[in-house]
Structures are given as structure tokens and as C-alpha cells.
């Protein structure tokens, strides 16, 4: 039975000509789990923000939505309110109360219902969910994960019939990330619950989808099962065909006539499959061993750093070292809560650290002063891209760090580098998530700095940001950039050098390729799915390259 | 935050209005016994409540009891005892200066009692008074309460971030304001529609809260009245009768409304410290028992 | 429905006869203790706007643009309390009554006081305080609705920031210490009590000026920005 029923959508933003949404004709069905996805900018969320009424944005709409056959305009406020649950892109924002049982009650209580069915409910969706454990905790206690999962709570416990969940997970770490999506797996399994949900993540919610729909520029370029929609994607030749799952994305690369993986269990299977009877003659590929990382003057060098927040607290750093070699990328990878980012800010002396010492270039960080250091030496980029903004234009914004004579042209420079030329005059919150970080990797980069630190710079980008952000870090030149993140894919693809934070430590470090082969679960999904046939591959070209070679 | 004690556990509506009634016995009286009993009983309360930590706050209690009390003199000079004169004439009595004493203990019995208010009265208890009367405020209450420990973290990433550029100290403070107000209001408005999204002004609010009224509750509430009603009885019937100026004229024990008060006086300021204390006990049998 | 408004003026009414009971008990027994008359005047003091509030049954974004600036006036003074006469609180509460209103600065004013209280400490003081910070966003923000400050103003509305601070709210704050030192030194006139608060009101007009003088401006079209982007 059609849940939703959406005719001939078109929608126009106020004060622009081009359609947000070009003639959408989609139909749900009830308990079904439907992902959207589609490139930046391509009108996901648009059209999410049309199945829910009082987040409609206002511009010239045609064409109509339906819900239970019912048009969505005139459905009773209360019932919309209750039947269609809306989980949002930040986890922080969406926190109106300042405790989680008070969170929890919230939706209930704008409904007028009583103690008793609240306590009830409340007390459900605790138990339901695990969150008895944090219940009379402060929110701003809470992980990202744990401010998500409350999130979804605080909405399932409104029993929606449909839950909407637009990019949920692109502010959480991995880890945090794949809990969450279990979880709406589990409601959608469990409850019945319609799952209507958009995502650039694709890696899991693929496998999990019913039916996947790809959205560009406003229109449906395709819909259907997730095979299939992979299939449609290859033959159209697609840029989005880079965003789907790697088994999937090495099947196409390859070049199969077997079935279609989705998953990496799949994946292995299928590289069995494809592969036997063959002798495999080349199981490696070339790689250069890890250079003498304390040869010459490294361009970071730290040595036993100890670092905790306060007297009381527990030591953040526990004697960590590191060198890093001028001109190399080098990635710091590990789980949330290891001290990775405050490593970061220990490096260029944000945090004191009690013991340990620090050069940068070969001098003493004590040695510089603090303008010397921060200009034409060290830059760090920040987690959340907001926090460098502080003015009305992207313009505005370049010109606050450029220096010297020609500003201007500085900056114009810079803006063409980092492909911002066309959005110089754009307010830096009107612009979307990607061309945000831009900004700010423009904005540190007008430091010139040699040395560019990142803390997790490639957050809730989807993979064609990530591809056009490591194209403009391999443009820098001779720079170092020393990165922190949970990124594997991007660290994989892009870094020279890995390590692995854990425990206030670095445990291990080795080149990129080395690295990611000698793990076993901290690894890309690449390598997990061919480790039992190839010594070494650990991105999807290697994978493909290598399956070629072999056929 | 230190483990709850039993008296924290009492319905917060029964312990503002046990709290309020405390603040209230307070300023009853001047007798010196009475504001005697009253400050060594706020003083165990605000140790008992509050925990050993205030102690340290003493010397500073102390000194301004001292100040409050000696200055008294100084402003008003009626009194029958001179006990000095100074600046020529103006006289220094003992009855202006107990006067002062006894309006500094109240004064500082009521410091130690908004101290104990201030322990037991968390946001979210007084949210849960006011908030049936108030609801639009106290929601604004309970979001300034999450925004601003939210907000603060924002400033430090901001101060991180802008680690880069030089500038000024109050430069610096100008930007960070201004990029917070940017940032606090987007991030506000994306608020608004998760409220929205769940229902927000479709009717009439209902309410709920994780506090409820249990049998201890309602008869701390009794116990609370009656002693409270017995002070006032006795006040009204002179027991609690004091006058320092012109001569200190004070009742006696052999007034038994006298003894009635500061008795039933003592037992009021001392329902948090018994319902605490025998909680503790009660725990050390059951371990001994094991 | 129903029930639940004769609930809440059930409510009100009990308030109100307990006020009146608390009165009567102080008038007879409390020593001519005047502070709680006064305190209870300001709790009176504050319900118009509050009652006005509850009212209207505030919208998502009425309500939520009231608490960011509440809770931006509390952790801007939290974070910078280091600065040193940077009093920034009262400033923000002045550019909140000014791009939101006469009732939204007073509840931001009232709210903030009490929240800041909660991190520093609660006192007597409390009441008055909220209710002279309500009042100072209240006056701003009907200053600017009659054109007499605005952000085209920027030195006008500092000026005129930090005479109200001189004028009307440190007066306010003041007004608390008469009443619990009335009787605690004998015959005290206000004067003296005013006048000796004179300084201290003096540096927080000052410290008001400045943080108007240097972010009024780019706060007030930050806000006007968000204003016209989500047509608020």
C-alpha cells in the first residue's frame, strides 16, 4: 500500500529561476526502506523537507504529496506531527531541552499527552533504545552518537508511522555512525517503521535499502533495487557511480558477467567466484618501504609529549612521539577519544604540554613567538569550518588573513585555487558543507604556512568533495600536511605515511599501502575484501588492477 | 557532582516551601536565643546539605556577622548602656550593638539557607515547580540551560580556530561575538524546526517530569506545617518577644510558649539533617548485618 | 483544555493568596522586614511580561531566538570573564531588546540573570537582579522602536546604554541592598545606599558602552541577516 505518493513535484527557492525539484514522481510503499542519494546540491534535502509540513521551504511548488492518500496540506497539524518522524543533519541542533528525559518527553508533550502516557512512552523508548543507563544525564554530556541515537528516541517515542532521516550520520564518527544505521534498521525490521532516508555514506546503508532512488540536479535519474541502481548508474556512465560500495564499484571496474556484490562478505565471494581455476600470478603490488623518518631535519619532530586537561584529569598523552618528513602527507588515524585532535593542538602549543619537547623545522617551539609561528610555519585547520568564519562574504573572509600589498589578487589567487572563485560574494553559511571546508583550507592556506595541520578535515563531505579537497592539497606543492582522522578510504588513497592513534599513543606507523595490508580491522573495505587473494591491494584501483592482471 | 543525599530525594515543590518556611523562621525573630538556635541549626543544615566543603566559607561568615554587628552602633546611637563614646560625643550602646548581632545572625542564617537553596534547588526542580504556571519561560529555561555549556565549547573552538590571526584583545573579542551570533542563530533556527518537527505549538503543552509525591514527601510536608504553624502560635502568644532599644527586654524560659518555640524552632531546621543522617545509619546496619 | 487552565489559575490564585499570606505574616511578625515586601513587589513586577508571554503561546522560532540570546549573554560573560571591564551581558541583553523587542529583552534579561546565577550564586540579590536586567532590555528595545537608538546610531546607543545602566538598572540593584540593610543600620536613607552603589554602576555603564560601541553594529546585522534570510 502507497504510503507516500509524490506527482509531479516542482519546486522553485524564492528569487531563483532554476527548479530545486524537477518533476518528481515518486511512490513509497508502507515499511519499505528507501535511501536517496545523489551529489551535494542535488535537491535531497529539498525533498525531504517537502513530505514534512512545517519545515516545507517556501518558493513556487507544483504538483502534489500525498500521505495515506490524504494531500500532506491538509493533513491535521497534530497527526503530521506524530505520524512522520524527522531526523536532521546535526545531532547538536536538533537538542532543545536540557536533559535527556526532559529530550525524551519533548514531542509528547507538545502533543498534550498526559504524565502517566508519557512516563510510559518515555520509559519504553529508554528501555527500547539502551539509553536508561544516560537517562538523567545532561545533554552536553552526551557523545555525537549518543546526541543522534536521543534524537531518534525522542522521535520514535511519537510512534511516527515514517521516519525521515536526512544525512543522519555525516557528523559522527564510523563507529558511532554504524550503530546508528543498525538501529534504524532495527526500527524499520522491528516496528515497520517507512524509512525515507538520504545519505552519501554509502557503504552500509546500500546493502540495508529496499530500493534506492538517485537524485541530480532536481530530477530522478534513477530508481529502483540497489543492483539495479548500480547497474543504471554504469550504463549511463554516472558520476555518481563513485559513491556506490566498493565491492560494487571493483565488479564494475573489473568487468563481470557474475552476480553483483553489495557487501563486502559478498564482495570475497565474488573475487572467489571470479578468480577460480586462474593461477594467481601477481598478488602484490609494488611499494617503496618507509623512509628514515629522522633522517634530515624533520619538519615536525615531538618527543614523549605528555599532556592531560587539568591537575585531577586522566593524561590525554601518554609519551607520544612522532616525525614527520618535510614535504610528506602524513595521516594519524584511530577511534574517537584517543587524543588524536588533542595531539593536534599540542603540536603547534594550543595545548601546554607538561613534558616533552617540540620542533618544528628543527627549532624549539618555545624559541618562536607566537606571530612568527603562526605565520609562513604552522596552520592548523580546524574540525568544524564554522568556527574560522567571522564575516559576511567568502571575500571578506580571505581578505581578513591575506597580507601584503595586493591583497586582492591574493586572494583571487587563492579563491581560484581552492575553487571558490564563484562564490566570493556568498555568505560562508549559505554555501553547503564542502565548499565550507574549502573556504577554510582557503582562509589557513593565506597564512602560507609550510606546515598544515587537519583535524578531520573531510567530515560530512561526500566522495566528491573528498575527491576535489585532495586534489587541491596535492596542488600545495612541497607543503607537509599532518592529518588526524577516521577517514581509512581518504588516508589510503591520499597519505604517505599512516599511523595508528590508541591510548594516548602512536602504536604503529608505516607507508599507506603497508599499513592499511598488515591490518585486519582497522582496514579499508578494499582490502578486507581481497586480503585472502592479494598481499597488498588496499584501494579499489589496486583491487581492479590487480583482478585484471590475474584474468 | 557529589552522590545525592536522602534530603535531595524529597519532592522538589515540598522542599522549596520547607526551604522558603526555613527563610521565613529566620526572620521571626529577634530574641537572642531564638537567632542563637537559628544560626548554629542553619550552619549544621548548610554543612549537613552542602557537605564539609563550606566550611571553608566560614572566616569570610564571620567576617561579615563581625562587620554587620559593629557597624550597627555606628548608625544608630539609641540605647540606655553607653559602653564608649567616640568623634567627640557620639556614643557607642550595648543595646544598639546586640541589636546588630542579632540582625547580622538572621542576617547570615538567611546567606546559609540561600546556600542550602541553592544545593537542593537545581534547574531542573525549579523548572519542575514553575513550570506548570510559566511553561513558555521555563522551556526558555531549560534551552538557555543546554545552549550554554553548547555555546561555551562553540567560543573555545573559535578561539582555537582563530589561534592563526593576530589580533588585539578586544578585536578579538568583537569577532568572536559576532561569529557566534551568526553561528548560534543559524544553528537556532534549524532548533526551531526540530521543535517544530515534533509538534511544537500544535495545542496545549502537556507536562512531565520524573518527580512525583510519595508517602515520605507528604508527611515531611505535615511535620514541616505543624512546627512551622506551633512557631507562629507561640510568636503570636509573645514567646518569641524581644526588644533591645531602649533597654533589652527579652522573654524568659519560664515563658513556656518561650520554650515551645525554639524548641519546635530547632526540630524544623532539623528535618533535613535527621532524614539524612538516619538514612546513613540505616545503611550502616544493613551492611553490618551482612 | 479546560482543565488545564483552571488548573494553571488555580495555580495563580494559590500563588497569589500565598504572596498575600507571606505579607500579612511578615507585616505582623518580621520585624518591619521590608525586604520581602520589596522582593514580592518585583516577582509582581515581572509577571505583565511573563504573563504576556505565556499568553501569545510563543512560536518555535520566537521562542528559540529569546533563548540563543539569553544563553549567548551568559557564555559570552562566562568565556570572557578573564577580559578584563568587559561586562558584556548587559550589552547583549540591550541589542537583543533592540532586534527583538521590548518583551523579548526583558524575558532574555530576566532569564540570563537567573541562569548566570546558577553558575555564580544565588542570593537575595536574585529577583532584583533579573528584574533590573528585564528592564533594561525592555527600555532599549522600546528606545529603538521609537527611532531614538539604532544601529546607524552606534554612538548615540552607547551613550544612551550606558545611562541606563547609571540610571535605572544599577539604581534597581541597589534598591535590594536598601531594603536588606533597612533596619540592619538603623535609620538608612536610600541616598547613601545609591550613592555608594554610584561607582560600581558607573564602571558597568562604562563596560556596557564599550561592548556596545564595539558590537552593536555587527551583531545587529548578523541578526537582521538571519531576519530577512528565514523571514522572521
Known sequence: ?551 | MDRETAFEKINPIICFIYIIGAMALCMFTMHPVACCAVLVMSLLLYVNVCGRGVLNRLPLLLVVYSILSLSNPLFNTKGETILFTYFGGREFTLEALCYGMMLSAMFVSVLMLFGVYHRLMTSDKLMYIFGGLAPGVSLVLSMVLRLVPHYGNQIKKINTARYIKQEGKYSKVANVMSAMTTWSLESGILMADSMKCRGYGCGTRGRFSIYSIKGKDIAVLILAVFLFASVLICRVKGGLDAAFIPRIKISRWDNIYFVMAIWNMILYLAIPIVINVTEAVKWHILRLKD | MQGKSLKRILGYTAMLMLAVMVLIIFWKFGNRNHYVFGTLLIVCGMLPVVCGFEKKKPGAREIVMISVMSALAVAVRLAFAIVPHFKPMAGIIMITGMAFGPSAGFLSGMISLLVSNFAFAQGPWTPWQMFSFGIGGLVTGLLYDKGIIGENKRIVTAIIGGIIVVLLMGPIMDTSTFFLADGMMGDVTPWAIYLSGLPVNAVHAVATAGTLLLVSPPILERINRIKVKYEI
Not at chain 1, 96 to 103: A, N, P
Not at chain 1, 185 to 204: D, F, P, Q, S
Not at chain 1, 530 to 549: G, P, Q, Y
Open chain 1, 1 to 551: 500500500m502507497a504510503h507516500f505518493e509524490i506527482k509531479g513535484l516542482s519546486f522553485c527557492y524564492p528569487n531563483s529561476e532554476k527548479k530545486a525539484l524537477d518533476d518528481i514522481n515518486i511512490t513509497i510503499k508502507k515499511g519499505e526502506y528507501i535511501t536517496i542519494c545523489g551529489r551535494s546540491g542535488s535537491g535531497k534535502t529539498t525533498l525531504l523537507r517537502h513530505l514534512k509540513k512545517p519545515i516545507t521551504p517556501s518558493g513556487k511548488r507544483v504538483g502534489e504529496i500525498l500521505f495515506n492518500k490524504c494531500p500532506i496540506e491538509e493533513m491535521d497539524v497534530r497527526t503530521q506531527a506524530s505520524a512522520i518522524g524527522y531526523v536532521m543533519q546535526n545531532p547538536d541542533n536538533q537538542i532543545v531541552t536540557d536533559k535527556v528525559w526532559h529530550e525524551l518527553a519533548f514531542g509528547l508533550e507538545s502533543l498534550g499527552c498526559d504524565t502517566n502516557t508519557i512516563r510510559l512512552k518515555v520509559a519504553e523508548m529508554a528501555s527500547y533504545f539502551g539509553i536508561q543507563d544516560w537517562f538523567h544525564k545532561n545533554v552536553n554530556e552526551l557523545s555525537g552518537g549518543q546526541k543522534q541515537l536521543l534524537n531518534l528516541a525522542s522521535i520514535m517515542a511519537m510512534q511516527p508511522q515514517v521516519l525521515i532521516c536526512d544525512e543522519p550520520t555525516s557528523q559522527l564518527d564510523p563507529i558511532a555512525a554504524s550503530d546508528f544505521l543498525q538501529t534504524i534498521k532495527k526500527i524499520n525490521l522491528e516496528l515497520g517503521t517507512t524509512v525515507i532516508m538520504t545519505e552519501h555514506r554509502l557503504e552500509e546503508v546500500f546493502p540495508a535499502s529496499d530500493r534506492v532512488v538517485v537524485m541530480e540536479d532536481g530530477k530522478i535519474i534513477a530508481d529502483g533495487e540497489p543492483k539495479a541502481v548500480g547497474e543504471a548508474l554504469k550504463n549511463k556512465n554516472n558520476k555518481m557511480f563513485a559513491a556506490l560500495p566498493t565491492p560494487m564499484q571493483i565488479y564494475y571496474g573489473v568487468g563481470s558477467s557474475l552476480e553483483c556484490p553489495l557487501t563486502v562478505r559478498e564482495g570475497r565471494n565474488w573475487i572467489d567466484e571470479q578468480l577460480s581455476g586462474k593461477e594467481i600470478k601477481k598478488d602484490r603490488l609494488s611499494e617503496q618501504d618507509l623512509p628514515d623518518l629522522y633522517a634530515d631535519t624533520p619538519a615536525i619532530f615531538a618527543k614523549e609529549l605528555w599532556f592531560r586537561y587539568s591537575k585531577e584529569a586522566k593524561d590525554v598523552l601518554k609519551g607520544t612521539s612522532i616525525s614527520v618528513p618535510k614535504g610528506s602527507f602524513y595521516a594519524i588515524v584511530g577511534g574517537n577519544g584517543t587524543g588524536k585532535s588533542t595531539f593536534l593542538k599540542a603540536i603547534c602549543g594550543i595545548c601546554k604540554t607538561y613534558s616533552g619537547k617540540i620542533k618544528i623545522d628543527g627549532k624549539n617551539i618555545n624559541k618562536y613567538k607566537k606571530e612568527e609561528l603562526f605565520r609562513g610555519h604552522l596552520a592548523l585547520l580546524p574540525q568544524d569550518p564554522q568556527s574560522l568564519f567571522v564575516k559576511k562574504t567568502v571575500r571578506e573572509e580571505l581578505l581578513e588573513m591575506a597580507e601584503g600589498a595586493d591583497k586582492e589578487e591574493t586572494v583571487a589567487k587563492m579563491a581560484e585555487k581552492c575553487e571558490l572563485t564563484a562564490l566570493l560574494d556568498s555568505h560562508p553559511y549559505d554555501i553547503s558543507g564542502g565548499e565550507q571546508q574549502r573556504t577554510a583550507l582557503a582562509k589557513v592556506l593565506l597564512t602560507k604556512p609550510d606546515i598544515l595541520l587537519m583535524d578531520e578535515p573531510t567530515k560530512g563531505m561526500d566522495n566528491f568533495f573528498k575527491q576535489g579537497f585532495a586534489n587541491i592539497l596535492k596542488e600545495l606543492g612541497d607543503i607537509t600536511i599532518l592529518m588526524v582522522s577516521h577517514d581509512i578510504e581518504f588516508c589510503a588513497k591520499y597519505a604517505d605515511i599512516v599511523s595508528l592513534f590508541f591510548d594516548g599513543g602512536i602504536i604503529t606507523t608505516n607507508t599507506s599501502r603497508r599499513f592499511f595490508a598488515g591490518n585486519s580491522f582497522y582496514t579499508t573495505s578494499a582490502n578486507r575484501m581481497s586480503r585472502h587473494m592479494f598481499a597488498n591491494a588496499v584501494t579499489e584501483e589496486d583491487v581492479i588492477k590487480l583482478c585484471r592482471e590475474n584474468l
